[in-house]
């Protein structure tokens, strides 16, 4: 079974500051990995995925995320953010082949502060 | 394209109605997947359906029902409507069902509360 772990469910940085935003997964086999972002009063929108290949995945906005396979994780970065940013952000994980759920972590709520 | 568009947006509900959310989605994907979103909780799969015709259960699906008659529409129903089916509901479709084809594309939501 596979599972997505969001450990901080809250994050408030200030307006410019750096900013990262973790994730850890577990799974047996190897793994597609997606942050998406949640505005406010929206839909999920995908920010960037890891299929294969480079470890450092560049996405929409700004953000980045590295895959460490030894460590199992997907942290999202942003060397410096906007007010636009406020906005709950998901990791998840699939695996190839066939029908293949979609897991979703609990979210982290990035707070931008002015 | 619109991409994928849920109705209605918002809806109020007693305990023991019932109602019916629509889906539709115009990219022509096989997969669609109904969601509902609970504070803490991300997000957790209720039903699914693989093509036109076939539906499966998800994580959750007790007290919902879904029928997938079209390729381009999922319905999600509410047969007798309990205040812990408040919830905000999303719907998803996705290419296909695994790795990369199952990258989601979301609908707006709806949010649902029952009295």
């Known amino acids: 079974a596979q599972s997505v772990t969001q450990l901080d469910s809250q994050v408030p940085v200030f307006e410019e500051a750096p900013v990262e935003l973790r994730c850890n997964y577990s799974s047996s086999v190897s793994v597609y990995l997606f942050w998406y972002v949640q505005y406010p009063n929206q839909g999920l929108q995908l920010l960037l995925k890891?299929?294969?290949?480079?470890?450092l995945v560049k996405g929409i906005n700004g953000f980045e995320a590295e895959f460490n396979k030894s460590q199992t994780s997907f942290h999202l970065r942003k060397p410096s953010v906007h007010i636009s940013d406020t906005a709950e952000y998901f990791c998840?994980?699939?695996?190839?082949?066939?029908?293949?759920?979609?897991?979703f972590g609990t979210g982290t709520k990035l707070q931008v502060i002015p | 394209n619109a991409g994928v568009t849920q109705t209605p947006k918002f809806r109020v509900l007693k305990t023991g109605q019932s109602m019916t959310l629509l889906c539709a989605q115009d990219?022509?994907?096989?997969?669609m997947y109904w969601y509902r979103q609970d504070p803490g909780m991300g997000l957790r799969l209720i039903h699914y359906?693989?093509?036109?015709?076939?539906?499966a259960k998800g994580e959750v699906p007790d007290g919902y029902n879904v029928s997938r008659l079209k390729k381009q529409n999922f319905l999600l129903g509410l047969e007798s409507a309990a205040p812990s089916q408040t919830s905000v509901y999303f719907c998803?479709?996705?290419?296909?069902?695994?790795?990369?084809?199952?990258?989601?594309?979301f609908g707006p939501g709806t949010r649902l509360t029952v009295l």
């Open positions: 990219m022509n994907h096989e997969y």
């Open positions: 359906s693989v093509g036109e015709g076939t539906t």
């Open positions: 890891y299929l294969s290949g480079s470890t």
């Open positions: 998803a479709s996705s290419i296909g069902g695994g790795g990369t084809y199952n990258e989601q594309f």
């Open positions: 998840a994980v699939t695996k190839s082949g066939g029908y293949q759920k979609v897991t």
